[in-house]
């Protein structure tokens, strides 16, 4: 009898050490990942978030969601997770008595994630303090980015405050990323050509086509990025696009002391439509823009660029766009002050330039691009093209498209945000023979007319 007590105690011993081996072991692959509350989108977006406040570009030190009232708002989080399983976790401050009830919902943000959407009815219920509460334990299968959403029930009344959330991997080698910017990256073409040619053009053209849907606030479609400058359409509110013509200083006047006045760009002549002013912030130089409402997703844009060296090693550059149905509508001449070159090619990009909307997808199809040789007199096609991006690193934000269309095999396009995965298309299309029916003689003779007009506009540097 004492020898069956003894081996009923010695085999307790021997499981309690292997379950505790066990256990030990599994801790090893635990690993807490913290997303900062604020690293959220309030849904759907405006403008104007009322009624919730995320400190979205504060210091590291501001992290908390907090005037959360509005019950038509709610949270969303988009994480980049490995493959494994999560305990997820919410760390919030409610004020005491209260009881709030959300709708958690779990889904991937495109369809081969193989995930299947989870959705959970939670009650937080408030202490005062600061408490961390389960929410859902959630199987990756495959690496990508997943939405997370809290979306109120009852009323939020202003009695929560978030502060993260919290997730415990359970196997080896998860991972779970928040982005480290809410807009979304900036992608870029180079252009070049696969037939022969000088690299030498006084001329520049290419248009673009925004997909319906596809322009988001604060959207800037690139169209003819130079070495002085750069081109292209933005929209800037919800009524209002502007066509962005702008020209770098010889010297980026605040950074450089060395800069004096024959630095400085200088304009030349403008529409009387036009808007000009000077900017910093990316270099320094001078800004003209046209502000219209004619411009719509769906329909072209197109693009033309001239550049005249003068005989005082300065160089004119002007510029014109073309909306479908319109006809071609001068912008601005600008003098670059320190240059004589004629253009040798050209890049386009897709960027936000402000908003933190980065969940919404932006797109563009950039084609027919072509350089006029100044001495061959012909259009070169630019049918090739070099790919650049943002940011790209691994967990952070790699939504992102480049490369000749699926849809369309003799145009390239872009498209940056929406959390989707990365794709990269060929570089390369059939060299178009059919360059832009352009009488050219009548743009340059507006060039001369811009010349008469010279020293008429004086734009005051910042």
């Not at 959705?119 to 509460?133: W, Y």
Request: hydrophobic content about 30%.
């Amino acid at each position: 009898m004492k020898n069956n007590y003894l081996k009923i105690r010695l085999l307790a011993l021997l499981i309690f050490m292997w379950t505790s081996h066990l256990w030990a072991q599994s801790q090893k692959f635990i690993n807490t990942f913290s997303v900062p509350a604020n690293k959220a989108y309030a849904e759907p977006f405006s403008p104007d978030q009322v009624g919730i406040s995320i400190p979205v570009g504060y210091p590291e030190t501001i992290k908390d969601i907090t005037n959360w009232e509005n019950k038509d708002k709610h949270i969303a989080w988009y994480l980049y997770q490995k493959e494994g399983d999560y305990d997820f976790f919410l760390n919030t401050t409610i004020t005491k008595g209260k009881s709030l009830k959300f709708e958690i919902q779990i889904s991937p943000c495109y369809e081969d994630l193989m995930f299947t959407k989870i959705k959970k009815k939670i009650t937080l219920k408030g202490t005062g303090k600061k408490d961390t509460a389960f929410v859902a334990q959630t199987k990756i299968l495959k690496t990508g980015y997943y939405k997370y959403e809290l979306i109120p029930i009852s009323s939020p009344e202003l009695s929560i405050s978030l502060h993260s959330l919290i997730f415990h991997a359970l196997k080896p080698n998860g991972q779970v990323n928040h982005t480290n910017y809410q807009s979304s990256p900036s992608v870029h073409l180079g252009f070049s050509t696969t037939q022969p040619t000088s690299t030498s053009y006084n001329w520049l053209y290419e248009e673009i086509l925004v997909p319906e849907g596809a322009d988001p606030l604060h959207t800037f479609y690139m169209a003819i990025g130079f070495y002085r400058g750069y081109f292209g359409i933005q929209t800037n509110t919800q009524k209002e696009r502007r066509v962005l013509f702008s020209v770098w200083d010889s010297k980026d006047a605040e950074k450089d002391k060395s800069i004096n006045h024959d630095d400085y760009v200088s304009l030349v002549d403008k529409a009387d439509y036009t808007t000009v002013n000077s900017f910093g912030g990316e270099g320094t130089g001078g800004q003209s823009y046209v502000k219209t409402t004619n411009w719509k997703s769906g329909s072209p844009v197109k693009f033309l660029m001239n550049v005249s060296p003068q005989t005082d090693y300065t160089v004119l550059l002007s510029a014109w766009y073309k909306l479908e149905n319109e006809d071609w509508k001068y912008v601005a001449t600008w003098k670059a002050p320190k240059e004589k070159r004629y253009f040798n090619g050209f890049h386009s990009f897709l960027e936000n330039f402000g908003y933190s909307n980065g969940q919404l997808k932006r797109s563009a199809y950039y084609y027919n691009a072509w350089g006029y040789e100044v001495d061959q007199k012909k259009w070169v096609n630019f049918n090739k093209v070099r790919f650049s991006n943002t940011d790209g690193k691994e967990g952070q934000r790699v939504d992102y498209e480049q490369g000749v269309s699926p849809q369309y095999n003799d145009r390239f396009y872009m498209s940056s945000g929406g959390y989707t995965p990365t794709l990269k298309t060929k570089n390369e299309i059939l060299i178009s023979t059919n360059p832009p029916m352009l009488d050219l003689q009548a743009f340059e003779q507006r060039v001369e007319e811009a010349k008469l007009n010279e020293g008429k506009f004086n734009i005051k540097k910042k």
